[in-house]
Structures are given as structure tokens and as C-alpha cells.
């Protein structure tokens, strides 16, 4: 005859009463049945996690490696730039850009393409992060639904911390807006411009020639912001370009929502 019920003893190490009690056949088995189902279910998710783990950990490590180089890369394609610049200095010093003329007289001109050298272009190419922070909005560019643009990225910070001018250049805005609040636009030349927005306050003054890696502002949370953070947007030739391809390290504390 099956028992309808189990007792169970607790024997303490030490010199105390032992406790003892009953459960029902049908609860000791649920009991014994839920133990069992959790070990089971416990062993073949480590079973099944571990290699995603150590796949999730490999795959970690070589996307660390491909920010790495990428950011080789950009410095590299900073570098060219600059020394285009530099080259393109040399040769009109020199007199090696000019071109055959071509309406009958014998000689040389000045190449169409030629335009004043100007020193200040070689520093002048965003290369440097205008704040170390955590990248919490990526750029978004819709062409059909304007209203959800994301011109740019945005960096969050503690409040105050200092903007850098992420190259050298002109303050051409310096001032509040609605949308990004207090607001510094710099124009670098070569078509290059660079936008800090939502700044606590601003220390570049308007028409200010700033070097790369000058204090421009500090952060803050002003105009349409839900918290301290830095909006920060590259145009070149008229056109938005995604920061993050000038500085991928930002991905290393990516928290966006995609």
C-alpha cells in the first residue's frame, strides 16, 4: 500500500530541536517534479547559452578591433586631407599648377581648379570628439518625414562639461534657438561646418576665430532636450554627414535606440 503522506526531519548540527513535518504524496511529488524540471531546464540553457556567450565575447572583441581600425582609417583620411591641403600650398608656391592655355597663346595659367591656399584648412577637418560622453541618439536622415530628422548625434553628459571645437574655425553662430537652445556653429573651411547644440552656456563669441580643441561651450540642457547632452552634426558641401563617421569610437558607449 502506497503512503498517503511523507514526513520529513531537520536534525540541526548543533544542539537544538529537530523539526519534522508532513506533506501529502501529491505535494512531494510536485515538489520533487518542480526541482527536477528547474535543474533540467537549468543545465541545457548553460548548455545551450555557453557557446553564445563565448560567440557573443568573440564578436565583441572583433567589433573592438574593426572600431580600431576604423579609426585608424579616419586619421589616416584626416592626415590625406591635410596633406592634399599641403601639397596643393607646395604646388602653387612652386608654380606646378599651372596648366597650357588654350585659347591660342603660348604659355602657362592658372588652373581653373586653383583657388586661394589658405594655412588655416590643413588644421582645419573635424578630428577631434568635441566631448567624451555616452552616444544616446544616432543620425537619422528620412527624405519622406522631415519632422523625424536627426541631423546629427547626440553625446550625453554631465551637465557643464566643456565643448571642444572639434577643429579649428570661425564661430559664424553664437547664440539661443528653439529647437537646439543655446547653439555654436563653427565654418571651417573647406565647406566644412560643425553645430554644438543645447549648451548650459556658450564661451565662444560670435565671429570668434577658435583652434581645435578649444572650450567653445559647456553642456547643458537647453531647448528641446530631455536631459544634459551635446547635439553634435558635421555638414560638408551643404550636406549632413553622420558624425560617427568621423568618430565610430562613439559606438563603444552606443545606448541609442534603433
Known sequence: MKPSSYTFVVIPDHDGRKKQFNLSRKITFLILF?????????????????????GFNEMKKEYNSLVSERIKVVNLYNELERLKEVDRMVQQALGTDMIESKDGNKGLVKSKYSKPIDLDLIFNIPSILPVEGVLTQKMVEKFDDFSNQHLGIDIAVPEQSPILASASGQVIFSGMTENLGNLVVLFHGNEYFTYYGHNASIEAKLHEFVNIGDT??????????????????????????????????????????E
Open 34 to 54: 518542480a526541482l527536477t524540471t528547474t535543474m533540467i531546464t537549468f543545465g541545457l540553457s548553460l548548455i545551450y547559452l555557453a557557446p553564445r556567450v563565448l
Open 216 to 257: 567653445i561651450a559647456r553642456s547643458g540642457n537647453t531647448g528641446e532636450s530631455s536631459g544634459p547632452h551635446l547635439h553634435f552634426e558635421i555638414w560638408k558641401n551643404g550636406e549632413a554627414i553622420n558624425p560617427l563617421t568621423y568618430f565610430p569610437n562613439y559606438n563603444k558607449l552606443n545606448m541609442s535606440v
